[in-house]
């Protein structure tokens, strides 16, 4: 068996295409949607993160506005912009680049963030909602990988689900996503004992926890669904995945590469939360 590949760069074009008519409806009614993304430092990883999603912005006619501020810049400065973010009716979404400066509490950052604009998911009464199943904004990656499965016609109820990871940004987020669908699931993490009797169990295994190719063919479940959420430079330059892809294709039935699996498929659903907190703001 060799797996077939869940292309996100092709559904995430597809799902984009969706989101310029709905912005495009949006602006012809008075409320174009609006994002500003606030970046604090030089780092080379966040300034291409930011690029990337200030271009995609663009691509679906969503207004975009960005903040950058130098590394040393005092934590009650960016909170004061936040402020005045949280009231301008243009703004609908606010991401904060991570990560941020040491002298920064990124809690506390994100909480200044009005749930109402937190397009990232991040701010605690949007993972309260999200826990009790009425999400308001759902956290990027997480929504992403649920739109890829639903592309794809996977059903979750009952399947058994491994999830590789236990982050905020996509670990607990997504566990609760696939309780929300049904799914048994089993979280793993750098304390797990014998990873790999939990991940030859897994009809859907998600991988997130940012080191290369530490999911092998062999534990993976003939015909699982793998999800790969890591990337990884490895010392010759190139990109690679928590899963050791070449040999988890062998198994799986449906596996996403890296890099353009799950990683255009984040920015499209920042586009479609910002979209959907303009829609809220409208009132529509």
Do not use: W
């Not at 295409?17 to 994002?35: D, N, T, V, Y």
């Not at 308001?136 to 689900?161: D, H, N, Q, W």
């Amino acid at each position: 068996m060799t797996a077939k590949i869940l292309d996100g760069n092709a559904l995430s074009a597809k799902l984009r295409a969706s989101l310029r008519h709905r912005a495009a409806e949006l602006a012809a009614q008075g409320c174009r949607p609006g994002l500003a993304v606030i970046l604090v430092g030089e780092n080379p990883a966040s300034q291409v993160y930011v690029r990337n999603k200030i271009k995609a912005c663009e691509a679906v006619g969503v207004h975009s506005e960005k903040y950058e501020f130098p590394a040393d810049t005092p934590p009650e400065k960016v909170l004061n912009k936040i402020a005045a973010l949280n009231a301008d009716p243009k703004i609908h979404g606010i991401l904060v680049q991570l990560p941020l400066p040491k002298q920064f509490d990124e809690d506390a950052v994100l909480e200044a963030i009005s749930p109402e604009k937190d397009v990232d998911g991040f701010h605690a009464e949007n993972v309260g909602l999200l826990a009790q199943g009425h999400p308001r904004f759902i956290s990027c990656t997480p929504y992403g990988i649920m739109e890829m499965l639903k592309s794809e016609g996977v059903s979750l109820k009952g399947k058994e689900a491994v999830v590789v990871g236990r982050s905020n940004i996509v670990g607990k987020p997504m566990t609760l996503l696939l309780i929300g669908a049904s799914a048994t699931v089993t979280v793993c993490h750098s304390q797990t004992r014998d990873l790999a009797f939990h991940t030859r169990r897994a009809d859907i295994l998600v991988a997130a926890v940012g080191r290369p190719k530490m999911i092998t063919g062999g534990m993976v479940k003939p015909g699982a669904v793998v999800i790969d959420v890591g990337i990884n430079r490895l010392p010759d330059g190139k990109l690679c995945g928590d899963v050791d892809f070449e040999s988890a294709k062998e198994v799986a039935s449906l596996i996403t590469p890296v890099p353009g699996g799950v990683g255009p498929m984040t920015i499209t659903m920042l586009l479609a939360n910002t979209i959907e907190g303009a829609v809220r703001a409208a009132g529509k």
